[in-house]
């Protein structure tokens, strides 16, 4: 049975533009795996701890010195690596705030980050542990970033998921939201670059 990952991070919940983009996916995928299961982790909800001294000593501390709140900030994590292993393929709503991505999903790659379980350092540099599938990221933004210089949001999620082992990548970008004469047309395009997907 095919599985799913669904991260979701709109502060706007289901009616987030990208929420209604990877709406239109998970309709597709579902068409295609009828059986398929559906894991949905969204990130706005979650609470995850920003990374302080606290985290950092749950996920690289001795575990023989753990406390139980280091302990289920560990089993978090661990949920969240599980998760992602367990996937097939990964969809990820990534709207564009304040020049990047949520800061709930940098919380969340802070909890993915772990040497030894998604990465690790070899001879010849880094290498992720994650099996690659394919990802599919859906951003959403008011402006026009790509491939301007000033989009700092997807190449360093593209970093990031390549870090830990997730290199088959397709980005599908809705730009240009907030400007009148464009969003129609660029909420079809990526519509469009959805519906070829599957
Ligand atoms: C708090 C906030 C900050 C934003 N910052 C930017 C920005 O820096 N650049 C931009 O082009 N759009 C910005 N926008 C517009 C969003 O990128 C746009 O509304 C997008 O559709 C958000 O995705 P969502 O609807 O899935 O949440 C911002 C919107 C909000 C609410």
């Known amino acids: 049975m095919a599985t799913l990952l669904y ?5 706007f919940g289901d009616g987030g533009q990208s929420s209604q983009l990877a709406a239109a996916f998970i309709e597709k995928w579902k068409a295609k795996h009828p059986q398929g299961e559906i894991l949905v ?56 705030y304040n020049f990047n991505i949520p800061s709930q999903m940098k919380s969340y790659f802070d909890l ?4 030894g379980v998604t990465f690790s350092y070899t001879e010849n540099g880094p290498v992720g542990l994650i099996e690659d599938k394919p990802v599919s990221l859906i951003t959403t933004r008011g402006g026009m970033y790509r ?10 999620v593209k970093q990031f998921l390549g870090f830990i082992g997730l290199k ?20 079809a395009d990526a519509n469009a670059q959805i ?4």
């Open 168 to 187: 088959n990548i397709e980005v599908i970008y809705a730009e240009g939201l907030a400007m009148g004469g464009v969003a129609e047309k660029s909420l």
């Open 7 to 11: 991260i979701k991070s709109s502060i």
């Open 147 to 156: 491939d301007s210089g000033m989009d700092f949001q997807i190449p360093y």
């Open 112 to 115: 993915l980050a772990r040497a």
């Open 195 to 198: 519906a070829a997907i599957h």
């Open 41 to 96: 982790r969204d990130l706005i909800t979650e609470n995850f701890p920003h990374m302080d001294g606290t985290v950092v000593t749950a996920l690289r501390g001795d575990a023989a010195e753990h406390s139980d709140e280091h302990r289920a900030i560990l089993q978090r994590s661990d949920e969240l690596v599980a998760e992602l292993n367990k996937a097939d393929e990964v969809v990820i709503g990534v709207p564009f």
